[in-house]
């Protein structure tokens, strides 16, 4: 079946390091999407990226990191240099304007 | 302001209730989003709509491209109703990105 797949669907952090998620969509979308969510507020965007091997900074994207080298693929890195990282992401894709987006299950990162 | 305005926040009914979640949102649009989120996180597409009415089920969700406002509602809601449920709007210009509004969180008793 088609769809997204985040990972993993937990994550700690000490202080200070780096980590990565993961985001992969076998639903040969050409759009994709980091969101962060915290409580009590709506998604925000933290980058997109409309085709493989280019992305654009959202709302939000002070201290993360993204590369598309394939277009199954859509890595965040969260850096030292985020302030608050801890919340809960979401990767999305989607076929274009006005079509429908789809969702990952999200990955909670708690920074310990 | 928020360019999409959920109401209510807050939404506790009795099983059976019909249910109405509304969304005003201020930019120009090329659709509208109905998600719902479950307590996992994980977020699941229930709609998306231009234009008129779409019905799926138990939901049903309206748009008013004219008075810039959507609704989402539930008939003969159940406790597995019980979710935030999330407007989100694509814009008309450059790339497809959705703005949200904060959800609604929707209980229902049984």
């Known amino acids: 079946d088609g769809g997204i797949t985040q990972s993993p669907k937990y994550l700690f952090r000490k202080e200070g390091q780096n980590v990565t998620l993961s985001c992969e969509q076998n639903l040969n979308h050409d759009a994709m999407y980091w969101y962060r969510q915290d409580p009590g507020q709506g998604l925000r965007l933290i980058y997109y990226?409309?085709?493989?091997?280019?992305?654009q900074k959202g709302d939000i994207a002070e201290g993360y990191s993204v590369s598309r080298e394939k277009k199954e693929s859509f890595p965040l890195t969260v850096t030292s240099a985020q302030k608050n990282p801890t919340a809960f992401y979401l990767c999305?894709?989607?076929?274009?304007?006005?079509?429908?987006?789809?969702f990952g299950q999200g990955t909670r990162l708690t920074v310990v | 302001k928020n360019e999409v305005e959920q109401s209510p926040q807050n939404l506790t009914a009795q099983e059976g209730e019909f249910i109405t979640i509304n969304c005003s949102y201020s930019v120009g649009i090329s659709a509208l989003h109905w998600l719902q989120q479950h307590p996992g996180g994980g977020i699941v597409s229930l709609f998306m709509?231009?234009?008129g009415k779409k019905k799926h089920g138990r939901l049903i969700a309206t748009i008013n491209i004219q008075e810039k406002h959507s609704s989402l509602h539930i008939t003969a809601s159940h406790p597995r109703d019980s979710a935030v449920y999330i407007c989100a709007v694509s814009g008309d210009q450059g790339a497809q990105k959705l703005v949200f509004g904060q959800g609604t969180r929707l209980t229902i008793n049984p």
């Open positions: 999305a894709s989607s076929n274009g304007r006005g079509r429908e987006a789809f």
């Open positions: 709509l231009s234009s």
């Open positions: 990226s409309q085709i493989v091997n280019d992305f």
